[in-house]
């Protein structure tokens, strides 16, 4: 009998632990997996943070298993989040952001690239054809043909900011949609369009190459908050957990790039190794030794901790709205979800 007892003690002593250890097992499993995101965004340096956590594993540390896609323009970007296709973007603000975020799609939660004093910025190109024809300062677009992607597109604001500082209106402009950044340097190269305003990686390299001219910058107009972080009005509410390790990591990102990138001489091999982790999402098709040069000039200015400056984004929305390119009804408060967004005073 005594025989029996001890037999059946030790089955069930050992059925007891094996499932204690499956059960520890299966939660283990459970909390080990990593929520899925997608990130929308475009080749261009001033979308690094996304490649420098993505590359250093910051997301993966956040419980983060992230997906870059890649688009050619911001609008396309704002459709496919309040479409569930991805999950964040980061863009510049635009009209069909501004329709969406209207219908409740949408929610900006941080801040990224601005134009600062000092730091590379949006810079204003002619054609050489245009240069050669007499234009030679902003003020002298006015009547002139301007390239962009779309209307409602950041490119179309930057022809607001030119204009407004110069007294006249963009529609003063001969606005040119050609739907792709490529057809908007093309364009530039070959003389069909007079001027454009591009990211600085681009823009230098458009100079240097002799294919156009620099005329001026947009900093020297306007505090632009250029790009925001944003995502759906969904995540806001139903993942907010998500929403707030996706914005600690991307603040590492952006750490890390302007540490590095906003002062170059400090740590020449820190910055060598910044530009090949850059260069595998930044003119992929060009050799590293010519890509480098536009890299490192391309190195803008970023809003430390994804701050986001409001004041600037409600003067954007006002523009858009003045020329009917954004919903009258909408309001920065209705757009901007203050929970996660620190404030540029």
């Known amino acids: 009998m005594k025989s029996l007892i001890s037999s059946s003690v030790t089955r069930r002593t050992?059925?007891?632990?094996?499932?204690?250890?499956?059960?520890?097992?299966?939660?283990?499993?459970?909390?080990?997996?990593?929520?899925?995101?997608?990130?929308?965004?475009?080749?261009f340096t001033s979308h690094s943070p996304s490649?420098?956590?993505?590359?250093?594993?910051y997301f993966k540390e956040e419980g983060l298993d992230v997906e870059l896609k890649f688009f050619q323009a911001a609008q396309p970007i704002a459709v496919a989040i309040a479409s569930g296709d991805i999950d964040f973007?980061?863009?510049?603000?635009?009209g069909g952001f501004f329709s969406l975020a209207d219908k409740g799609a949408l929610k900006v939660i941080g801040g990224m690239m601005a134009?600062?004093?000092?730091a590379p910025g949006n810079t204003i190109l002619v054609s050489n054809k245009a240069y050669e024809a007499g234009i030679r300062t902003p003020a002298d677009l006015k009547g002139k043909s301007w390239a962009m992607t779309q209307q409602g597109s950041s490119f179309h604001y930057m022809a607001g900011i030119i204009a407004e500082n110069n007294g006249f209106k963009a529609s003063d402009m001969k606005l040119k949609p050609l739907q792709k950044v490529g057809s908007m340097i093309g364009a530039l190269k070959s003389g069909q369009v007079d001027g454009m305003a591009i990211v600085p990686h681009i823009a230098a390299g458009l100079a240097k190459g002799g294919a156009a001219k620099i005329i001026g910058k947009i900093q020297d107009m306007s505090d632009y908050q250029v790009t925001t972080i944003?995502?759906?009005?969904?995540?806001?509410?139903?993942?907010k957990d998500v929403v707030k390790r996706f914005l600690k990591a991307y603040s590492r990102g952006i750490a890390d790039y302007l540490a590095v990138m906003q002062n170059q001489d400090k740590d020449p091999a820190a910055t060598e190794?910044?530009?090949?982790?850059?260069?595998?999402?930044?003119?992929?098709?060009?050799p590293r030794e010519k890509a480098a040069p536009s890299i490192k000039a391309g190195a803008v200015y970023l809003n430390e901790g994804a701050a986001l400056n409001v004041a600037d984004v409600k003067r954007q929305l006002e523009w858009f709205q003045s020329n009917k390119l954004a919903p009258a009804s909408l309001t920065v408060d209705k757009m901007v979800d203050a929970s996660f967004v620190n404030v540029i005073k």
């Open 51 to 57: 490649f420098i956590a993505y590359e250093k594993g």
């Open 89 to 94: 973007g980061v863009t510049a603000l635009t």
């Open 115 to 118: 134009e600062k004093k000092g």
């Open 273 to 286: 190794a910044m530009v090949d982790l850059i260069h595998k999402y930044v003119y992929v098709s060009r």
């Open 14 to 43: 050992l059925l007891g632990a094996l499932s204690g250890i499956i059960a520890l097992t299966s939660f283990a499993g459970l909390s080990s997996a990593a929520d899925k995101v997608t990130i929308g965004a475009l080749r």
């Open 230 to 239: 944003f995502t759906s009005t969904k995540n806001t509410t139903d993942n």
